[in-house]
Structures are given as C-alpha cells and as structure tokens.
C-alpha cells in the first residue's frame, strides 16, 4: 500500500525534533567541562583598569566548590567564600603582570571580588563565576609620543574553554596599534597570554573630530577570544579534593578506574 506523503509529514517532524533535541544536549555536555577566563583593560585619561571574570561551568565549578569546602560538610560557608577570594585574588595579582614603556606598573586590587553561586552555596556542579578588578593611575604623554603597554597573563588555567580579551579606550586616547592586528585566524591562546597595545593622548583636534562624528565616551578597540584545549586528567568524583592528580603521560590522557 502506498502511502501518501502527508502522512509521513509528523513522522519526519518528529525525528527532525528529536534529532535537534540530541544535538542539543550533546553540545550542552561538552560544555558543561569548560571554563572561560575572560580579560577586559580599560584605558582611561588617568587610570587603567584590568577585570577577570572567571567563569566556571559546571563541572570545573564542582572542582573549585570542593577545595572550597574547607570542613567537607558540602555547604560553602561565609568564611569558606571568603577564603577562597582571598587566595584566588593574590594569585591573579601575582599573575597579571602589566609594564608601560619599561616600566612596572602597580595594579592593586579595587573594591571586593565578586563571587556568585548563582544561587546555591553548595558542593554541587552548577555554574560560578569570579571577578577581580585591578587597576592603578595613569599618565599618558601627549599626542606626539605613545606610551608602550605590555601585559603579561600568566594565571594558570587547567580547564578547557575559551580565553578572551577586551580592550577598550575613552575617547580623549588613541590606541595606535596592537599585538592583535591582523592576526586573522591564526590567534592562538599564547598570543592572549603576552601582548603590548600602544597609547598617546590625542590631540584636541582628534577629540573635536572624534565628537562631530558622534563617537561615545568610550568605545572598543578590540575583542578576541582563543580556545583553551589544555591536557587533563580525569580521575574519579569521590577522590579526595586534596589529594594530587598526577598529570596525564605521553601514553594516556585518563586515569584507568576500575
């Protein structure tokens, strides 16, 4: 018997919708075992400004929630949150390094990091994210001599995801150039690691021109990101969050579990 073909339409509905929906929840597995680490530097007439969000899916999140949990009760308490800021902000101070034309410039840690639960202060895997803004006075030169910024990133990230990078001037300063111009698709994480970006006051002119043609306040100079795809080691959910994992070897990237 033959069938029609508007009989067969819901049929292959169905599967399209089923199929999508797979593909769906595939794609939302994998990223559930990413973290993205995200760096925006605001150039001011006087100041500079560094942010890192620290964003942490679920299952990295999980990782960061045990170390967390200082007493193992599976709940993160006050004094447990405010540790952890402690200790993960010294560690992004000591690791963002940040130089002008030579010299090192000292950043220091404004106001209170920011650490969000996203609602449950507990040893789960849901979502978490942190934010350390760091920042120090400027003096820029005037519109005939640029000032040399270099800045180092060397914060250690074991998890997979993206590194991204913002950069972003107020409308007084010119960013002539930077390490990221033209490097199209050959950006790799190394590069968002160690880049310079150079800076000088514009002209009272450039700042006449550049509001006459309705530029803002502020605008952005560049936005890049680059995939993380570190080596990791995957070891059981009950081992101790205070125990070593050694590292993958040449021959293996998992831990055998029996």
Known sequence: MQRSGSSLKPVLLLLCALGFSAGAVRAHQRDMVNADLALAVRLGERFIDLTLHLQYKEFPSLVERRAMDADRDGWIG????????????GRVLEAVRLTASGQPVGLQVLGEPKLEFFGAARVVPLHQDLTVELSSPLELPGPDKSLLFRLDNRLEWPYPGRIVFALSAERSLQVDSTSL?????????????SLWFACRRRSGREVEQAIAGGEDLWRLITYVRADNRPRIAVARLDTPADSEIPAAGPESSATETR
């Open 181 to 193: 111009d033209d490097m199209g698709q050959s950006l790799s994480r190394e590069h968002l690691r």
């Open 78 to 89: 006050p004094q447990e949150a405010a540790a952890y800021v402690q200790e993960k902000s």
